[in-house]
């Protein structure tokens, strides 16, 4: 799920048996917040450091520590660089931007977990379970517990199939047992990238989507609107006679 991203490509990168990157190119999306593609990358690594001390400069072969590689955006044309294979420049968060409707109260939690993603993936992925235990009752759920709360709006007929099983997969993904808020050893980068990922369809599918929907019909005409609400109120007659 998150093997699209820089992290990701490096930590995946097989290695010759001197520890460079095997293969000059890859694919992830590029993590600068102004390209954001998904491109070919050009793999390198700095062999060369010049420095400059007052008014002379100087050379020097680099083999040393830390080990600080390079991936050029095809894109872009601007580098990635990755120090003993984390990734360290941009300094942007390689996590999606929440949902334009991500409720406001939830926004804080989720930012937060994009902050701290790439230094705690775990960490991150505790506070989306904790963003998604307040979206539910958003969604018209009333049980605290997010299998029960789940399967209320299930029954309730309040969200989608496809949306239930997202909503699940953020629930057990990593460990079931974990509650909202702690954190699961086994929670890694792809983890995290999903969690983040599933939220903002269900903030779309459920929010987002009605929202345009309610907004196409009430930009229809008042006298379409008047007659669908007299087609309405007549069938619902009829039903009433018939039974």
């Known amino acids: 799920m998150a093997k699209d991203t820089a992290q990701n490509a490096i930590d995946a990168a097989p290695r010759a048996d001197n520890g460079d990157i095997a293969e000059y190119t890859t694919k992830f999306v590029c993590p600068y917040s102004s390209c954001k593609v998904y491109a070919v990358q050009h793999w390198g690594k700095v062999q060369v450091v010049k420095k400059r001390l007052g008014g002379t400069s100087s050379s020097r072969n680099y083999s040393g520590q ?14 990635s660089i990755f120090v003993n294979a984390t990734l360290t420049f941009p300094e942007e968060s390689e996590a999606p931007d ?20 790439r ?33 209320e709006l299930v029954a309730a007929g309040k969200i989608k199939s496809q949306i239930q099983q997202a909503l699940d997969v953020v ?4 460990n079931e047992s974990v509650h909202p808020g702690q954190m699961d050893i086994r929670d890694d980068r792809e983890t995290a990238i999903a969690l983040f990922r599933i939220i903002n369809l269900v903030v779309e599918t ?31 007659t009829g039903k009433t006679e018939s039974a």
């Open 66 to 79: 830390p080990i600080i590689e390079v991936a050029r955006c095809e894109a872009c044309e601007r580098e």
């Open 98 to 117: 929440a949902a334009r409707d991500l409720p406001d109260e939830l926004k804080e939690d989720f930012e937060e977990a994009r902050s701290i993603y």
């Open 119 to 151: 230094l705690s993936p775990r960490g991150a992925a505790a506070l989306l379970r904790l963003v998604l235990q307040k979206l539910l009752p958003i969604l018209g759920a009333t049980k605290s517990d997010i299998n029960a709360g789940i399967e």
């Open 171 to 174: 629930r057990v993904v990593g």
């Open 206 to 236: 459920e929010i987002t989507e009605p929202k345009r929907l309610a907004a196409l019909y009430e930009s229809l005409p008042q006298s379409k609107l008047d007659g669908i609400v007299d087609r309405d109120s007549k069938a619902a």
